[in-house]
């Protein structure tokens, strides 16, 4: 609770309060529409400013356009030869795919090939075709689906966040590959409803009925998105799940959840990293390197 908390504090804080107040008037007098302004926020993402080039050398770079339901995403590809099937990286709600460029280095560096793209209303692609710059994780999952077609089935899996809920859709769909690695998973998006709600100041009526609302029009169950409970039914590959103690955005309990329910998972705890410090350390980059692809003896 006190992850949410936090979040809800730091949302709070981006929040003018004349909207708080709007937000909080309407709860009381138009729950309906309420519900609707609710909903439009929560499938917003943030978008934060973009590197537009690697910070890091990677052999092979090159840029890559591709579309998804009429809407291009863009993205990027390093390490050769273009032949061997890829590594796909997975950014997080609000993230982008150069947010990965660390651990592509370190994997071209070990011979592999890496692919990354931002998802639908993220970094440099188009807004997704939902209205305005709304997206959703099903979204994403499209998108992962369109990128394995592209470039062939990925030999692993790393995503990021948020991403870890699009991976889990994705294999839920039948995309198949051989290892997958989670890191700050985000494994409880209905969790953190309430911590939005009370940021934006919308009372519990038009959080009930915003979820109704969401879950009747894009047909799923919000319990359906929580990667603990489905991951028992899936056909899972091994997992690394990543996730540090001291993550203030996504609780290090959804990450030990995971790896618990997961049929064939190991967890990876870090202390010091937070939630996105976490995709650039040495140590972490190297262990999942070598969970990916043991070095030879």
């Known amino acids: 609770m006190a992850v949410q908390t936090n979040r809800a504090t730091q949302a709070r804080r981006r929040v003018p309060?004349?909207?708080?107040?709007?937000?909080q008037a309407l709860s009381a007098t138009l729950p309906g529409v309420g519900a609707q302004i609710f909903e439009r926020l929560w499938f917003t993402p943030p978008r934060p400013r973009i590197r537009e080039s690697p910070p890091v050398d990677l052999a092979g770079y090159a840029t890559h356009r591709l579309q998804v339901r009429g809407r291009s995403i863009v993205g990027f590809s390093a390490g050769l030869p273009s032949s061997e099937p890829p590594i796909l990286l997975v950014h997080g709600w609000g993230g982008y795919a150069l947010?990965?460029?660390?651990l592509a280095a370190e994997l071209v560096a070990r011979g592999k090939r890496i692919v990354a793209y931002d998802m639908p209303a993220h970094g440099g692609s188009d807004p997704s075709p939902l209205p305005g710059a709304q997206t959703t994780f099903f979204e994403f999952e499209r998108a992962l689906q369109?990128?394995?077609t592209a470039h062939g089935e990925p030999r692993a899996i790393v995503a990021h966040s948020g991403g870890c809920v699009a991976v889990m859709l994705a294999l839920q769909a039948r995309l198949a590959t051989s290892k997958v690695v989670f890191i700050s998973p985000f494994g409880r998006p209905a969790a953190f409803v309430e911590a939005f709600g009370q940021a934006l100041g919308a009372s519990d009526p038009v959080l009930k009925r915003f979820m109704v609302n969401s879950g009747s029009r894009y047909g799923f169950r919000w319990s359906d998105l929580e990667i603990a409970n489905v991951a028992p039914s899936l056909k899972t590959p091994p997992l690394l799940v990543v996730h540090d103690e001291g993550d203030t955005e996504v609780p290090h309990s959804d990450g030990a959840e995971i790896a618990a329910r997961w049929p064939d998972a190991r967890l990876l705890s870090t202390r010091g990293l937070g939630h996105r410090r976490i995709l650039s350390d040495s140590e972490v980059l190297g262990q999942i390197s070598e969970?990916?692809?043991p070095s030879k003896s």
Do not use: D, T
């Not at 309060?17 to 937000?23: E, P, Q, S, V």
């Not at 947010?99 to 660390?102: C, D, L, R, Y």
């Open 17 to 23: 309060w004349w909207f708080r107040a709007g937000l």
């Open 99 to 102: 947010q990965f460029a660390p």
């Open 146 to 148: 369109a990128i394995a």
């Open 291 to 293: 969970f990916i692809e």
